[in-house]
């Protein structure tokens, strides 16, 4: 429920009610709450120490237009860190310009998102200095970007590496139409 209006208003209402509200994130509308956060400045940083530890050096974002989300400002911050620590600078973002298919998905709507994420990557992993891992928001996004790299050439896993959030990857349609599987996720 949380972060979304609709159920932040149901939490408000049995607030305002005398209920006691824990609630899960860290988002403006949940702050008279109680509340579990995540740490995902952590989280940023782990995920990026995990390819740094694995050899790679050119590792960049990818991160769909959402809404201003407090997570996004501190994983940047611990992918950042990460890099600094490493002697290595920071990549700017690999820019998407819209949110990804989520939910229940045919094959062609699968192929069109491909499509757009291809063309979205091609600048980042053709040419001289390709990625060689990218962060994802959460893990459904592995599965279209891996297609993508496969569309250009590369093997996931092996030429390219992504890994997202929410350890949740197992379950998440795109699975049926790309073999590959996040080179890590942070639960």
Not at 78 to 88: F, H, N
Not at 103 to 124: N, Y
Not at 154 to 161: A, F, H, I, T, V
Request: hydrophobic share 35%.
């Amino acid at each position: 429920v949380g972060e979304m209006a609709p159920g932040l208003s149901i939490l408000n209402q049995l607030g305002d009610m005398g209920v006691t509200i824990v609630a899960k994130g860290d988002s403006p509308g949940l702050q008279r709450f109680d509340r579990v956060v995540s740490d995902h400045q952590v989280g940023g940083y782990e995920i990026t120490r995990f390819f740094l530890d694995r050899g790679c050096k050119r590792i960049a974002r990818f991160s769909q237009p959402l809404p201003d989300q407090y997570w996004k400002q501190t994983r940047r911050l611990g992918y950042e860190r990460a890099m600094r620590e490493a002697g290595l600078e920071p990549l700017p973002e690999v820019p998407v310009e819209e949110q990804l298919y989520v939910g229940e998905i045919t094959k062609a709507q699968f192929d069109k998102t491909v499509r757009r994420v291809t063309g979205w990557l091609v600048p980042h992993l053709i040419g001289p200095n390709p990625l060689e891992a990218i962060l994802l928001d959460t893990d459904f996004v592995h599965f279209y970007v891996a297609a993508a790299c496969r569309r250009c050439g590369l093997e996931p896993g092996r030429d390219s590496r992504s890994g997202g959030y929410d350890n949740y990857w197992k379950e998440c349609k795109p699975r049926q139409w790309e073999p590959s599987v996040p080179a890590a996720t942070v639960d």
